[in-house]
């Protein structure tokens, strides 16, 4: 079982070079799916709180203050979106033999799940002078602050083009799949 955990701040490609690799791993006769780790921040909001799903309009700081805020901070549950990345993992691992997790933006996050899963792969997708259009609240969140001071990333892949990154992917996938792709 291979388990890749895409991290990096909102806009620099995570979800574009995730379904890449997956594509790739597909491809190669590996069964790969896409999880991410707010998949219940995403329910809360779509479920409860009228959001639309539409990703256009991400409510943002509606998951910023309910994941952080709210449920590490207030509720004391640190681990609550991990243990369930992990629980879907456990599940879905009888179905697939890749995991790529797109959405990685805290460093207890990529503690505990390397904890977890040691061969787990950490790949930090940059993109410098990107403007993701978020607020300046937004921006200073520690969702989008911390990604920056983790030191122990295994992959750092600059976004600098669309085809730049797909190349990038190509190699991660080669090096860890110790195949050549085509």
């Known amino acids: 079982m291979k388990i890749f955990?895409?991290?990096g701040k909102a806009g620099s490609g995570k979800?574009?070079?995730g379904n890449y690799m997956k594509e790739k791993y597909?491809?190669?006769g590996e069964k790969a799916c896409i999880l991410h780790i707010t998949t219940p921040l995403y329910e809360y909001a779509r479920n409860y709180f009228s959001w639309n799903g539409d990703m256009r309009e991400k409510p943002r700081e509606f998951l910023q203050e309910m994941g952080v805020e709210m449920i590490q901070k207030t509720l004391h549950k640190d681990t609550f979106l991990i243990d369930r990345l992990c629980e879907d993992i456990d599940i879905l691992k009888h179905y697939f033999s890749v995991f790529i997790i797109t959405d990685g933006r805290l460093i207890k996050e990529?503690?505990?799940l390397r904890k977890r899963f040691p061969s787990?792969?950490?790949i930090y997708v940059k993109r410098?002078?990107?403007d993701n259009q978020l607020s300046p609240k937004e921006k200073e969140h520690v969702t989008e602050q911390e990604v920056e001071k983790y030191n122990h990333y295994d992959y750092v892949v600059e976004n600098t083009t669309r085809e730049h990154l797909y190349q990038e992917?190509?190699?991660i996938i080669e090096k860890e799949s110790e195949v050549e792709v085509l």
């Open 110 to 112: 990529f503690n505990l």
């Open 169 to 171: 992917g190509l190699k």
């Open 120 to 122: 787990l792969k950490i």
């Open 5 to 7: 955990l895409l991290a």
């Open 15 to 17: 979800d574009l070079l």
């Open 26 to 28: 597909n491809q190669l």
């Open 128 to 130: 410098e002078n990107y």
